[in-house]
């Protein structure tokens, strides 16, 4: 039977995915210790959850008004420690917890990414996985000495030709290249290990990749596009992807249009799960829920949402009074998320404001939250899983631990019951907990868009 996968969506910071979250009477503060992560970790390994995973960016969301001032006296995302340090920790404090975290391809060089995940990968035993982002703004390439943030789609372009590298790496050595008998004094066998030759348009890497073959093989690939080019890239790379629905058949359609394109490209659907974001609010009763809803709503501040929709559309708020209309030439020069601007152009039917842009994207504050009991909410679940508008969700708290411990408590035992979802792990990398094979070499070259870019390696 078809079973969802469920996803904790962590930020190594002060505050959730809700930028409010730190203000939450309930909220532990402590985000800077490794007890804080793996008290996480632990929660969702109660819950028997595939996978915890940390979104990241590379600088404070600091575009609005020009400096740190406002943001960082109100706490909107301010704090950003190193996430992959962080799931080290939280990998620690777990034993089948999958945990991933996030590296820009813009930013990053693909060797130092491909090394940097295959270690953790063995040292968590096969439960690692990376989230490919390509960056959204003009802050993070001044944090990395750039003058601007590089355009959509070359963003996109750079990326294919950084995965071709580090697959490419992971690939170098093959299953069986380490021998390490001492008895002998071979260590490793040198035809199954694989010099790499690389020359693209946006990089280069020659050289021999340095670790070997991890428990599943490397980790587990995770993306989360949105615009056409970005969807592209998905159905292209990712083994597990996150999205967002407006409404369960626009879910529908879209799932159905990802799928398809995965299958366009050589790779089999059904070994590519789809997660949309879930908030879940959950109580004993409804009226609770809703009275921990409403204390939620109120911990809101104007800042919190105009501060994350400048720096998630590279272009400064502030620069504009709330109901006047932003330019053709201003949408088009917004650099970042495309799909939200998108989106927003297409509901308003006109040049949007920016109090478009709050009310339609709820930038800030939790996105179409499911507000309920544990009934209401596994029923919410149940009906896009069974209506195959996703596999599985990326569920988003509201402050930590709580909400997380609430849902553990009250929602995954309903959805067991109902048969929704898994009450053990099926075993100890994150590829069996997902149903995913172990990687064969080579294999991600048989796309038909492959196009024979240049790798020359074993």
């Known amino acids: 039977m078809r079973q969802m996968v469920l996803v904790g969506f962590l ?8 930028a409010s979250a730190w203000r939450h009477p309930d909220a532990r503060s402590d985000f800077t210790t490794a007890a804080y992560y793996q008290r996480i970790g632990q929660v969702l390994e109660e819950g028997k959850f595939q996978l915890a995973f940390f979104d990241d960016r590379l600088a404070m969301p600091d575009i609005y008004g020009g400096n740190p001032a406002e943001v960082v006296a109100n706490g909107v995302r301010v704090v950003k420690i190193d996430p992959v340090a962080t799931m080290m920790a939280m990998g620690f404090g777990t034993r089948y917890l999958g945990v991933g975290s996030t590296a820009s391809t813009t930013y990053y060089e693909p060797f130092d990414v491909a090394r940097r995940f ?5 040292m968590l035993g096969g439960r690692a996985a990376w989230n490919v982002v390509t960056s959204v703004n003009d802050g993070e390439a001044h944090n990395m000495g750039r003058e601007v943030h590089m355009d959509h789609d070359l963003r996109y372009d750079r990326a294919d030709e950084f995965m071709d590298i580090v697959l490419s790496c992971w690939d170098g050595w093959e299953d069986g290249a380490l021998i390490v008998d001492k008895a002998s004094g071979r260590f490793a066998d040198p035809s199954k290990v694989h010099r790499l030759d690389y020359r693209g348009k946006f990089l280069n890497s020659s050289g ?18 949105a615009s056409a080019r970005g969807k592209t890239f998905s159905a292209r790379w990712a083994e597990t992807v996150f999205v967002g629905y407006a409404d369960l058949e626009e879910g529908k359609r879209q799932y159905t249009e990802f799928k398809t394109e995965i299958a366009r490209l050589g790779r089999d659907p059904d070994l590519t799960t789809v997660n949309t974001i879930a908030y879940p609010v959950v109580a004993e009763t409804r009226t609770e829920a809703e009275d921990k809803m409403a204390l939620i709503d109120s911990l809101y501040k104007e800042v919190d949402g105009l501060s994350l929709l400048s720096e998630a559309l590279n272009f400064d708020f502030k620069k504009k009074a709330m109901d006047e209309a932003f330019s053709k030439d201003e949408l088009a020069g917004m650099s970042g998320m495309q799909a939200m601007r998108d989106r927003v152009m297409r509901l308003t039917g006109r040049d949007p404001t920016v109090r478009d842009f709050l009310e339609i994207t709820r930038r800030g504050r939790p996105r179409e939250a499911i507000v309920g009991s544990a009934k209401d909410i596994a029923d919410r679940l149940e009906l896009w899983f069974s209506e195959r508008a996703c596999d599985g969700y990326v569920v988003a708290g509201t402050h930590m631990p709580g909400s997380f411990e609430d849902f553990v408590r009250l929602v995954v035992p309903e959805l067991q019951r109902r048969g929704l979802f898994r009450k053990d792990y099926a075993g100890a990398t994150l590829r069996e907990n997902l149903g995913l094979p172990i990687p ?6 048989l796309s038909p868009d492959f196009a024979g870019r240049t790798v020359q390696g074993g």
Do not use: E, K, Y
């Open 118 to 122: 295959q270690t953790v990968d063995h």
């Open 11 to 18: 930020q190594a910071q002060n505050c959730t995915t809700l």
């Open 208 to 225: 021999t990749f340095t670790v070997p073959r991890s428990p599943q093989g490397h980790p587990v690939i995770i993306q989360a596009g």
């Open 440 to 445: 064969r070499r080579n294999a991600w070259r």
